[in-house]
């Protein structure tokens, strides 16, 4: 989010009493790429320790009025992560309705690492991106609260007037709005891109931006990424993705474009634009006509692949 947003004396007395009164926090300094809350790194000396953590204020209310417990689901799917084996942020604590803070708000560890959108071994990057995904679907988080639903209801969705493919778009959302084919629910991220995802050097460092993770179907965390870069790098990078994660998951995982449309639906609402954390993490080169492009011919990949 762009918008200066201001720690305020509240916020900084909630953070001294979750770690300690006897910590000195240091300046809170705004973390790029944040789109839909207001993200803040800082550390912490506890103890002669200095330990960097990270502060999430939801802070958009169109977000907050359709999901009011944001600040327990990023705590619970926290922990629920943990129990991946990969590196995630740790909860420290939340303010569930902002009692404390003004706004809801997580306080959780940072972990190291650097967001990598222009890597030098592309192969490698979308193995190692797909292999840690793969990971997380191994965990079936039975009794998570929460489940996997659709963004976007594919029967309200209108023609597009953007698109040069209008009548293609049409049929999307009626294969979207028709039966979903059966798949087993594991745990999902279900905001799984590049940039959430970090490194050091060749190797995944962690995984990040929890809030929206569920319970739900392997295939939508899958087509969500490979939507993601279809739009980043084309639809050759999208589908070297599918292959590599095809591999990793082996037989537990059986492909079906159903999810790939679905994940698509979820972000066909209005004009494409570019999406700022892209810019925000050094890509140049894209604009709001290139998305566009890059949609109606994601779009009709796709499609064709309900024609086999």
Known sequence: MDQIYEVTSDIKAWLQKSLGAKSEIKELIPLKGGTSSHLFEFTAVRDGRFEPFVLRLFTLEEWLAMEPDLAKHEAASLREAGKTGLTVPEIVAFDETGEFCGVPAVLMTKISGEVVLQPDDEKHWLKEMAAALSKIHLHKAEGFGWEYFAYNDALKMERPVWSSCPDE??????IVAGIRPHAEFCLIHRDYHPTN????????SGIV???NACRGPAGI???????NLALLYGIPAADGFLAAYEQAAGEKFTYHPYWDLSAL???AEGTPTVYP????????GLTDELMRHRFDGYLLNLL?????
């Open 277 to 284: 954390g892209w810019t925000a993490f050094g890509v140049a």
């Open 221 to 227: 965390d899958v087509g969500h990424c490979r939507l």
């Open 169 to 174: 778009w049409m049929r999307a959302f009626r």
């Open 209 to 211: 931006d929890w809030v």
């Open 304 to 308: 064709k692949r309900f024609d086999r």
């Open 197 to 204: 995802v970090l490194w050091e050097g060749a190797q995944i």
């Open 265 to 267: 639906v979820d972000f």
